[in-house]
């Protein structure tokens, strides 16, 4: 069974960083783009950031280039997104996904970063 | 960037009824458009792929349709478990981009 489990979100002060981290199982995590989807409680999908399945071909939105870095382990199975300089507009649901080639097949069960003073 | 433009943003519909709901994008994505069934609380669910191909495990009442800028998904005969918001999705170009959500209500 495809899982897909994120981890360290969290209530942070602005400015502050945190590391989000996604363990895979149940298939061959080395064989699948990755990417990173927000959403604002209440509101819609925003696409955040991607990752190749070598590490390489990364991607992120205009609104956290130079603040968020995506990286991947395949040894470890595991997504992470380092989130830096942290504001309050990225308070979200972060969703890790597995991208098939034709959109994303399978969601992590999200993982809510609050950003706030 | 890709603009998806959903239509309509919320709609009022009874078990049984058929439903459409648009997607419009902001220049040709060919049939690169995924749709999503998201529940409250819960993860986007994949239910289309390029634009009309069911995603396994989809009940049947559930179609896609449409290329280039224009889309449309359609329940046939809406049951209880169908009440949530729809999303279309742009997978031509980055940004990816998403529609804004089409919520499905209880009338």
């Known amino acids: 069974e495809v899982q897909l489990v994120e981890s360290g979100g969290g209530l942070i002060q602005p400015g502050g960083s945190l590391r989000l981290s996604c363990a895979a199982s149940?298939?061959?995590?080395?064989?699948?783009?990755m990417h990173w989807v927000r959403q604002v409680p209440g509101k819609g999908l925003v696409w955040v950031s991607r990752i190749r399945t070598d590490g390489t071909n990364i991607d992120y939105a205009a609104s956290v280039k130079g603040r968020f870095t995506i990286s991947r382990d395949n040894a470890k199975n595991t997504l992470f997104l380092q989130m830096n300089s942290l504001r309050v507009e990225d308070t979200a649901v972060y969703y890790c996904?597995?991208?098939w080639g034709n959109g994303y097949d399978f969601w992590g069960q999200g993982t809510l970063v609050t950003v706030s003073s | 960037d890709i603009q998806m433009t959903q239509s309509p943003s919320t709609l009022s519909a009874s078990v049984g009824d058929r439903l459409t709901i648009t997607c419009r994008a902001s220049q040709s994505i060919d049939s690169w458009l995924a749709w999503y069934q998201q529940k409250p609380g819960k993860a986007p669910n994949l239910l289309i792929y390029?634009?009309?191909i069911l995603q396994s495990g989809v009940p049947s009442r559930f179609s896609g349709s449409g290329s280039g800028t224009d889309f449309t998904l359609t329940i046939s005969s809406l049951q209880p478990d169908d009440f949530a918001t729809y999303y279309c999705?742009?997978?031509?170009?980055?940004?990816?981009?998403f529609g804004q959500g089409t919520k499905v209500e209880i009338k």
């Open positions: 996904v597995r991208d």
């Open positions: 999705q742009q997978y031509k170009s980055y940004p990816r981009t």
């Open positions: 149940g298939f061959t995590f080395s064989n699948y783009w």
């Open positions: 390029t634009a009309s």
